[in-house]
């Protein structure tokens, strides 16, 4: 099967094609300053009567005149419902993950968006808190022949769409970046997002023989409907080629079992050396981290960026 015809196959697996992008009516509500650049709160709309709350971190001396490449950074789960677009932009949540700041502080314009289910997008009636409320979520897709990643996709998408037309942005630059779902959000809007020219996920490669295996829970995002006859996590993540890909593991990281991460890895490196462009994918298992941002981890990070995007 050519790329193209899985790519196909995991689109009508998440529940099939997007509706056509309705206009983004973006709006800011506040701008604040900050150390080395700005913090502007900002809403755009991803399906008609579905605003997502964001927080865009914009350099001093990035403006239109001197436009800057771009990140999206996908927050991580980690059960904090509460925490969403605030940790990576470093207003709430465990500093190692206000990694859109330190990525700001280096020049890069950031985009750090609700995803469904978290922060400003919790349950809007208030009946459902916490992981009962992504539970029903989750199901509402289901039951539509879709599934939680399929919206996720949707949003990423439409987050790219913002970035693409902000004056500030290089459109030709823009990656992303994301710890834990963070990372399986990269490898899930990745396929289906060509804008994207360089990707880089932390510490989130679960595979369903490992998940199977070991009987782990994962959120939601992992679980796509009759994807398995196809292929596996990797093979989703494969579809980036022969886009930059860079993925940090830790090798004690009990949510991506080693051994399986470890063959999955190999598998995408094999599709990218049959398009020929083995240089393009890159990743690093750090022995004795568990499920973490290591500086190790950030520094490979921070370098695949300035390959990839300056």
């Known amino acids: 099967m050519t790329p193209e015809e899985l790519r196909t196959r995991l689109r009508d697996c998440l529940g099939g094609a997007w509706p056509e992008p309705c206009p983004l009516e973006p709006r800011c509500a506040e701008v604040t300053g900050q150390d080395g650049f700005r913090i502007e709160s900002v809403t755009y709309e991803v399906e008609p009567g579905d605003r997502v709350p964001a927080l865009l971190l914009i350099p001093d001396g990035v403006d239109a005149e001197s436009p800057a490449p771009a990140v999206a950074v996908w927050h991580q789960h980690n059960g904090e419902y509460d925490f969403g677009k605030s940790e990576p932009a470093g207003l709430a949540g465990d500093p190692m993950h206000h990694t859109g700041v ?60 913002f970035l693409f037309e902000r004056p500030e942005v290089r459109s030709d630059a823009i990656g992303c970046y994301g710890h834990s779902m963070g990372s399986t959000h990269t490898w899930l809007v990745g396929p289906f997002e060509p804008r994207l020219k ?51 593991l830790g090798e004690t990281d009990d949510g991506s079992p080693i051994e399986e991460a470890k063959a999955g890895v190999e598998r995408i490196a094999a599709v990218y050396d049959r398009q020929n462009a083995a240089a393009n994918f890159s990743f690093a298992i750090e022995p004795g981290v568990g499920h973490t941002l290591t500086d190790t981890m950030w520094q490979r990070t921070r370098e695949w960026f300035a390959r990839h995007l300056d």
């Open 102 to 161: 330190a990525l700001a502080r280096e020049g890069y314009v950031v985009l750090c968006p609700d995803a469904l289910c978290f922060e400003s997008r919790r349950d809007p009636i208030g009946k459902l808190s916490g992981m009962q409320y992504e539970r029903f979520a989750f199901l509402q897709y289901v039951v539509r022949g879709q599934c939680l990643a399929w919206k996720n996709i949707l949003d990423m998408r439409r987050a790219v769409d």
């Open 198 to 248: 360089c990707l880089v996920g932390n510490c989130c490669l679960p595979t369903y023989e490992a998940i199977h295996k070991h009987h782990l829970l994962h959120c939601f995002p992992n679980f796509i409907p009759g994807w398995q006859q196809y292929g596996d996590t990797p093979d989703i993540a494969a579809l980036i080629a022969p886009r930059p890909l860079l993925l940090n």
